[in-house]
């Protein structure tokens, strides 16, 4: 089953993707590889699974790739074994360009119609497997590997925009099993669609008010002030600043923000200079030596395609920590309770930072 259903009260729209529970898991194998950040070096070793599907090999494993880049970043063909970084379909799906309803409710036309509300679950949905090698963390790689990854971020987002039939995509990383993934290859997830989330309209209705209410955007706003009180500031370098949010979600929120506005993450094109990777590398590495390689969820918070938000959206990274569970308060209010301060998480992750 692949739908989407909406609940009558909230407006809250609910994937059901009921074939995503069949896909493969190599997390319950046993030892693991260090994942040291002493020595990015050694990228072989005897236990990794020999049925690894993202492993360079078991390109067959795998649908034949939407794109793929060579070290340089070049694009090379789809099937030449000589990749870097490539994008797949997801053979398990959230979401399908031609998605339909498996089933037509009954009682359409009648109250239930208004009780049971579905429509297909359309959009496009991918996975970009980061290297060749089996790594299971994105701090096994170097900056300018890291670097050609964003690039490549960039490029997909550009040329989903440029499909038409998409309003949106979130770029997403779920790395452990307890933030979501099922692999332990480092792999990334794209998800494009037609319209644009309640959540992400909500966010980008607020940004609009705080910009006509303040003359100028929240997140420039933010930024100077955070750099000019030092308090929640992990790292920064000349275009970038590394930052736990005022508000947190969650014990060692962190944001990657640029400091000069972008309201489109595909508007970055100084990913050659390995300045972000460079910072991201800092935090992730921070955030590893802090928790011992915590499970994390990292986002690309980006405009949609079709609006153009320059005055008042910034782009910026978010990465969340799956340090604590989800409680009966938080699922009974919606009210998130973080027990750790941004302003101790900041000043930890900061004595941290090398």
Not at 61 to 89: C, M, Y
Request: glycine residues 4%; proline residues 6%; contains cysteine.
């Amino acid at each position: 089953m692949l739908e989407q259903r909406q609940h009558p009260l909230t407006g809250q729209w609910i994937v059901i993707a009921s074939d995503r529970s069949g896909r493969p898991n190599d997390f319950l194998r046993p030892n693991p590889i260090d994942v040291s950040t002493a020595n990015h070096e050694p990228r072989v070793d005897s236990s990794v699974p020999s049925n690894c599907p993202f492993c360079c090999g078991n390109e067959a494993e795998t649908p034949t790739a939407i794109l793929q880049v060579d070290a340089a970043g070049n694009e090379i063909g789809r099937f030449d074994s000589n990749w870097q970084i490539r994008s797949v379909p997801n053979r398990f799906p959230a979401f399908l360009p031609d998605a339909a309803m498996t089933e037509v409710d009954a009682n359409a036309g009648s109250l239930e119609s208004d009780l049971f509300i579905r429509q297909p679950a359309i959009g496009s949905h991918e996975v970009i497997i980061e290297s060749p090698d089996h790594l299971q963390s994105p701090t096994e790689l170097s900056v300018a590997e890291l670097s050609t990854l964003l690039n490549f971020y960039r490029r997909r987002l550009v040329d989903l925009a440029a499909d038409g039939r998409w309003q949106f995509a979130q770029l997403f990383k779920n790395r452990g099993r307890l933030a979501g993934a099922s692999l332990e290859h480092i792999h990334s997830q794209c998800v494009a669609l037609p319209a644009t989330p309640d959540w992400v309209r909500h966010k980008l209705a607020g940004a609009k008010r705080w910009f006509h209410s303040h003359g100028k955007c929240y997140f420039c706003q933010s930024v100077e002030a955070e750099l000019t009180s030092q308090i929640r500031i992990i790292s920064q370098n000349q275009n970038f600043v590394a930052l736990c949010p005022f508000a947190s979600r969650c014990a060692y929120e962190t944001w990657i923000v640029p400091k000069r506005h972008q309201c489109h993450f595909a508007d970055c094109t100084n990913f050659s200079d390995g300045e972000l990777a460079s910072l991201l590398l800092q935090v992730l590495r921070s955030l590893e030596d802090t928790q011992k390689t915590p499970a994390y969820n990292l986002t690309i918070q980006t405009s949609p395609f079709d609006i153009n938000q320059k005055d008042y959206y910034h782009w910026h990274i978010e990465i969340i920590p799956r340090i604590s569970t989800l409680a009966g308060f938080e699922w009974g209010t919606g009210v998130l309770i973080n027990t750790k301060s941004p302003e101790d998480a900041a000043a930890e992750l900061r004595s941290r930072a090398w």
